[in-house]
């Protein structure tokens, strides 16, 4: 089964994708997500101008050889473009196995370990109050577990707030928009919205946090310690994650679990962080860390050291690449939470898809492959529009982790 054509899609139904489709000379296709917010062109660029050619001609059954020609044979390797465009490609031959093989792709992953995916929906909002209406509504969706941001008090524009509060989009502007953040006001101010939080729903909804790489080890240190009381399942990217000896101070500290890796494109990021029990849960994601194959193998790996999977499933995930996330989380061991950021019906039009949500968790349908695809003649109907995500600033001017 020959590739006879490797086609880059980049449609902006609500918001950008790229999107990788093979086809095959049997008469299949396969999509893969390649999307890398705010940079999706280079993405697209590397895949058209680089990639492709290589593609066509080979035989769409050799998943891991194709990785390795990818990963190996291009000499300059990792990195966030190549490995989401490797990424897009992996996803695609999946897609491509599982439609040949009349089988989900789950089932070529080993067949599933669960029924559903528990997955965690994003409540936020400007004051406590409207955090507490945010997450009561999801409670009444169904939803078992949230992500819980909140404005701070005398910062305008804190990360995770948005007006549009199923749809949350950071990338909103053509040209970044500037936030200004203060790790003293937040770390007075946002143990006391989980205390309000408990107090009014009690133990019975599982809450996340996530800080967006803005506090240093010790401050992280303070955040978790003030956190402890309320059971949270998961605190978020506390600090940068260059410095990994940082999370080492962080565990001297707490008991609070910790969750990383939505940023990480390979095994690579990952080896200290979870061979030294560094963290909890590991959070990459199939479109920017190497594919199915490659986070699979991420995962393996956390595994042995007690350590679950809690993928990245922002907006700028497509919907391609949350079905990936789906197969994965459906097979693997050590699944722990999948993050689901409802897509616009704009994008869900552009994607259409089997998968589902009911009662908290998200299911697959029983169809071959992935379970999805991109309506080409719909994604002609959004253009690419340039759009990036803000840039931060503490309060005296300095550029900070947005
Ligand atoms: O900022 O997906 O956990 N989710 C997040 C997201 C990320 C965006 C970046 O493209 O942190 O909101
Ligand atoms: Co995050």
């Given at each position: 089964m020959r590739i006879t054509e490797a086609r880059v899609i980049v449609t902006c139904p609500g918001r950008n994708f790229v999107t990788l489709k093979l086809f095959t000379d049997d008469g299949l296709t396969g999509v893969g997500d390649a999307t890398l917010n705010g940079r999706e062109l280079a993405v697209a660029s590397y895949l058209t101008d680089h990639v492709c050619r290589l593609l066509?001609?080979?035989?769409?059954?050799?998943i891991e050889d194709t990785w390795q020609y990818l990963y190996q044979g291009s000499y300059w390797r990792r990195g966030p473009v190549t490995m989401a465009a490797i990424a897009a490609v992996d996803t695609a031959l999946w897609d491509i196995k599982g439609k040949a093989a009349g089988l989900p792709v789950y089932q070529l992953l080993g067949?599933?370990?669960?029924e559903g995916v528990l997955v965690y929906g994003h409540a936020n909002g400007a004051s406590v109050e409207e955090v507490i209406d945010e997450v009561a509504r999801y409670d009444a969706m169904g939803y078992r577990a949230v992500r819980v941001q909140c404005a701070i008090p005398g910062l305008s524009d804190t990360y995770?707030?948005?007006?549009d509060k199923l749809f949350y989009e950071?990338?909103?502007?053509?040209l970044p928009r500037e936030t200004r953040w203060s790790s003293e006001s937040y770390l007075d101010f946002i143990p006391t919205v989980f205390s309000a939080l408990r107090e009014r729903f009690g133990l019975h909804m599982r809450l996340l946090h996530d800080?967006?790489?803005?506090?240093t080890p010790i401050e992280a240190a303070r955040l978790c310690k003030s956190m402890e009381?309320?059971?949270?399942?998961w605190i978020e990217?506390?600090?940068?994650?260059?410095?990994?000896?940082g999370f080492r101070l962080i565990r001297q500290h707490t008991t609070v679990p910790i969750a990383t890796g939505e940023v990480f494109n390979s095994i690579w990021d990952c080896t200290q962080l979870i061979t030294e029990q560094l963290v909890d849960y590991i959070r990459v994601a199939v479109s920017h860390a190497g594919g199915i194959t490659h986070v699979r193998r991420i995962f393996q790996l956390a595994d042995l050291y007690h350590v679950r999977s809690g993928s990245h499933g922002a907006t700028d995930l497509s919907p391609v690449s949350l079905a990936a996330a789906l197969h994965v989380d459906t097979a693997i061991p050590n699944f722990g939470i999948q993050e689901y950021m409802r897509h616009t019906p704009a994008t869900d039009e552009v994607f259409p898809h089997s998968y589902f949500y009911n009662d908290g968790e998200l299911h697959l349908g029983?169809?071959?492959?992935?379970?999805v695809d991109i309506d080409e003649a719909a994604a002609a109907r959004f253009p690419y529009r340039p759009a990036y995500l803000p840039v931060n600033r503490l309060i005296d001017g300095t550029v900070h982790s947005w």
């Open positions: 066509v001609g080979r035989d769409a059954h050799l067949g599933r370990s669960r995770g707030v948005s007006t950071p990338a909103d502007s053509p800080v967006h790489h803005r506090l009381p309320y059971g949270l399942l990217d506390p600090i940068r994650e260059e410095l990994q000896e029983d169809e071959p492959g992935l379970g």
